[in-house]
């Protein structure tokens, strides 16, 4: 199947700094994907969908000028999670999809303290 | 709002035996359906998706669908202890072209006993 990789795999950081978190399609184009957010005992719960060449689209609830998506290129879309906070303390999952079929990158576990 | 029911367990069955995981939506016009593995601290990997109505085997895996019913299931037999984990029950709403949002379940958390 396809690989999408996440970096960082995990990631602590102090409270009111900002985080990047890059998701890459390796052996495929994804025109989108999708940006997951998950937290422990919970489901995944879709925070955006990143279209590359344009804006991403936001869930309800999320806020836009917190969590800033970038999808640059067919193979790149990047996360950042601005002026991180505690509750922002998170498992985030990136998806891209090629052929129908959804496939998930590794996570990248945020602490923030 | 669109959902997706899942028992969060544990579900707990010895190794060998099948274990039965369930799945109800509430959108009708959902078109479908996957489920994912997930094991703990890791992102979720597919095992099986199905679209129409009835059976579809897949190893020791075999996913059920009853539209009517808006049901799906998952049936792992000859349960192994590397099976346990958390089993989340995706839904997509539309089979068309472009957006590929998927609606995920709780999960169910799958515990094999040696």
């Known amino acids: 199947g396809a690989v999408v990789s996440q970096h960082p795999s995990r990631v602590i950081c102090k409270s009111g700094t900002s985080v990047k978190i890059e998701c890459r399609s390796l052996?495929?184009?994804?025109?989108?994907m999708f940006w997951y957010r998950q937290f422990p005992k919970q489901s995944l719960m879709l925070m955006a969908t990143?279209?590359?060449?344009?804006?991403?689209?936001?869930e309800q609830g999320v806020e836009k000028d917190k969590f800033l998506i970038n999808h640059a290129s067919l193979t790149l879309s990047t996360l950042t999670v601005t002026s991180a906070h505690p509750e922002d303390s998170s498992f985030y999952i990136c998806?891209?999809?090629?052929?129908?079929?959804?496939?998930f990158g590794q996570g990248t576990r945020l602490t923030v303290v | 709002q669109k959902e997706v029911e899942q028992n969060s367990g544990p579900l707990s069955v010895p190794e060998g035996a099948i274990a039965s995981l369930n799945c109800t939506y509430s959108?009708?016009?959902?078109?479908?359906f996957f489920w994912y593995r997930q094991y703990s601290g890791k992102s979720p990997e597919l095992i099986m998706f199905?679209?129409?109505?009835g059976d579809k085997e897949d190893g020791r895996f075999t996913a059920q669908l009853n539209k009517a019913s808006q049901y799906v299931s998952l049936l792992i037999r000859d349960s192994q202890p590397s099976d346990s984990a958390t089993y989340l029950c995706?839904?997509?709403?539309?089979?068309?072209?472009?957006?590929?949002?998927?609606?995920f379940g709780k999960g169910t958390k799958l515990s094999v006993i040696p």
């Open positions: 990143s279209n590359e060449g344009s804006k991403a689209t936001y």
């Open positions: 199905i679209y129409s109505n």
């Open positions: 052996d495929f184009q994804a025109t989108t």
């Open positions: 995706a839904v997509r709403p539309f089979s068309g072209a472009g957006s590929y949002q998927l609606t």
């Open positions: 959108d009708r016009g959902s078109q479908s």
């Open positions: 998806s891209a999809r090629e052929w129908g079929e959804a496939f």
